[in-house]
């Protein structure tokens, strides 16, 4: 999962005369950043254009810009949103008879690479402000 974890600044320059509680903590921080990121799933971007290909392109189309109004597009969208959103299909927390048929079969890890593949795809939506 790059980008996703920010320690601290401080972490990253230990500095001589700060070095006893701070560092402590960083390296904390640190151990549980790295717990987190191995247990998070890292992201497969050609496994997730595979799953795209077969299950989701006939909506969203590869490119995530589907020209159906009722699907929304998915291209360029932040990936923890689509993951997030795939999660709570999958859960029921968000509720639509068609999505939820789609997500109910995908496992965390082809949650995190189509969520990485069609946030990768070059953004259409433009923002007004
Ligand atoms: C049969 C058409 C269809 C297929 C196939 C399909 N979707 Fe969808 N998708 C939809 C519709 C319709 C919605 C809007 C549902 C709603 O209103 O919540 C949607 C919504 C979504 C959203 C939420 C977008 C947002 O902006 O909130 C995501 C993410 C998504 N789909 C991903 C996928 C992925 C990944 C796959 C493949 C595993 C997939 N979809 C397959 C029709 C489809």
């Known amino acids: 999962m790059r980008d996703h974890l920010h320690l601290g600044k401080g972490c990253a320059k230990p500095n001589a ?16 950043a790295v717990g987190v ?6 992201a497969d971007l050609e496994s997730g254009k595979k799953k795209a290909q077969e299950v989701c392109a006939a909506c969203h189309n590869m490119n995530g810009v589907s020209t159906i109004p009722d699907y929304p597009k998915l291209a360029g969208q ?21 999505m939820a048929g789609f997500a109910a079969a995908l496992t965390p890890q082809d949650i995190e690479n189509l969520a990485a593949y069609y946030a990768a795809q070059p ?3 433009a923002s007004k402000y």
């Open 78 to 98: 932040h990936p923890d949103y689509l993951a997030k959103t795939l999660r709570d299909y999958k859960s029921g927390a968000r509720k639509n008879a068609i």
């Open 123 to 125: 953004a259409v939506l």
């Open 37 to 42: 990121s191995s247990s998070a799933l890292a």
């Open 17 to 32: 005369k700060k070095f006893g509680r701070k560092t402590v903590a960083c390296a904390w921080l640190f151990t549980i």
